[in-house]
């Protein structure tokens, strides 16, 4: 990724409480070959990301076609994934997207936009967001309604 991404990403990380760390776990990308199609891509990075995983942890897939959520719902939805104290794993897939089975047994289908977004932006947004959830329930002024 590109330093203003890095950079970015870590601003939002460091400004996290300690109860809601964000930890970045970055999948090696297949790579492309001319042989490989799409959905041989999506299977093979499947598999890498599942054993990635933190076990027990709810699976939230990213996909410009998930669901979409005010930053309001972010927000009491973080807040009851901290009650019940299980990892929670944000999923953006590579250059092709998520594998179509991936997605099906995900908790939950997010998306960030109806546009597609590079994935240097969506890590970028995601953090950001995840920031601004934590302040809205920690009633910080960060963010205003």
């Known amino acids: ?3 203003w991404v890095d950079e970015a990403y870590q601003e939002y990380a460091k400004r996290m409480p ?3 760390r964000l930890s970045l776990v970055e999948i090696r990308p297949e790579k492309r070959t001319n042989s490989l199609v799409a959905d041989s891509i999506k299977a093979k990075e499947h598999t890498r990301i599942r054993t990635a995983l933190p076990k027990g942890a ?3 897939a990213l996909d ?3 669901r979409t959520w005010t930053t309001m719902k972010l927000a009491e939805e973080l807040r009851q994934w901290m009650q019940n104290g299980t990892d929670i794993a944000f999923v953006i897939g590579g250059a092709d997207g998520l594998d179509e089975a991936f997605k ?3 908790d939950t289908v997010l998306s960030l ?3 597609t977004l590079p994935h240097g932006m ?3 947004l995601l953090a950001e967001q995840l920031y601004r959830a934590m302040s809205i329930i920690k009633n ?3 963010h205003r309604s």
């Open 18 to 20: 300690p109860e809601c």
């Open 58 to 60: 709810r699976v939230i």
């Open 1 to 3: 990724m590109p330093a």
């Open 113 to 115: 936009s109806d546009l």
């Open 122 to 124: 969506v890590r970028v």
């Open 104 to 106: 099906n047994n995900a």
């Open 64 to 66: 410009e076609r998930g």
């Open 140 to 142: 910080h002024p960060y």
